[in-house]
């Protein structure tokens, strides 16, 4: 019962995370740029393609165990989170295209995330690790952040409040800094797993995929022409993944150490996206590409 009730707290978290930030979005904007299919492609094969890509190669050279290396799969392969529309609009990057990006690629992570984490998972490990995926669990998670997101725009469309977009942004920044919190306590609740106790491999592999993405994302974004405020801001979407939807898979499909092993990806993940994302928003500006 107690592992229920963690099932649905982390739930509950993420919920209010993608309703709160998904409740301040225009939703003219929003569909304005839907038009801009050349970003928003580019955007989406960098998010589903290289990323999971670069999770699985991790993987694969590091040997990561089933824990770490399947819950970093699904960190690779999970859709957009919800604070790189705050990175967009702290630096003055395209926000709208962030905005957008971000609500199809939660749509489409219904079919790519399951996809990519079948594939990757197949290829990672010799076993049978295909039967011990827990679909059930993942599948809520995607549906509660669909859900949130619909219910978030269908909020901000109808109530149209200047006053109320500042209540929903308060709650998914509390719901997000609880995440976090809610993510550190579960990680270090085993004395063999302690968060800043772990092999060498853990830190590298779980920084490895945002930083190579990062490079990667720049390179392509580049070489195709977009505007600089619109690659800063598909650099962004690449890399800032939504880590709760691991989070809340992880708290259903492991259990005991391994547990506490998986809630250390998305955690260590988390702080890793911020860090590195926030130098590369600062470089970005200084440099005048926002």
């Known amino acids: 019962m107690q592992l229920d009730i963690v099932e649905i707290a982390g739930n509950c978290l993420l919920f209010c995370l993608v309703f709160g930030m998904s409740a301040t979005v225009d939703i003219g904007c929003l569909q304005a740029q839907l038009k801009n299919q050349r970003a928003i492609l580019t955007g ?15 993987v694969k050279a590091l040997r990561l165990n089933h824990a770490m290396g399947i819950t970093l799969l699904v960190v690779t392969s999970s859709p957009g989170g919800s604070y790189s529309n705050w990175w967009c609009s702290m630096f003055n990057a395209d926000l709208a295209l962030s905005v957008t990006m971000t609500a199809v690629s939660t ?15 197949k ?6 690790i295909i039967s011990i995926l827990d679909w059930k669990a993942l599948f809520t998670s995607l549906f509660v952040v669909i859900g949130a997101i619909g219910l978030g725009l269908l909020a901000s469309e109808n109530i149209n409040s200047h006053n109320f977009n500042l209540h929903a942004n308060r709650l998914g920044n509390v719901a997000g800094v609880s995440l976090v919190a809610f993510s550190a306590i579960v990680s270090s609740s085993s004395e063999d797993s302690q968060m800043w106790e772990r092999s060498w491999d853990f830190y590298v592999g ?5 930083f190579l993405g990062l490079i990667a994302a720049n390179v392509l974004t580049s070489a195709l022409g977009l505007a600089k405020p619109e690659r800063v801001t598909a650099s962004i979407e690449c890399c800032y993944q939504n880590v709760g939807i691991a989070t809340s898979v992880a708290l259903t499909m492991f259990k005991g150490d391994e547990l506490c092993e998986a809630m250390g990806v998305p955690l260590l993940y988390g702080g890793v996206e911020a860090l590195f994302i926030g130098i590369y928003c600062l470089g970005a500006w200084k440099a005048g590409w926002t």
């Open 44 to 58: 989406l094969f960098l998010q589903f393609v290289v990323l999971p890509f670069l999770g699985f190669a991790v």
């Open 123 to 128: 290829y990672s490990y010799d076993d049978d």
């Open 107 to 121: 749509i489409l992570s219904i079919g790519m995330l399951p996809m990519n984490l079948l594939l990757y998972a």
């Open 206 to 210: 779980v920084a490895s995929p945002c």
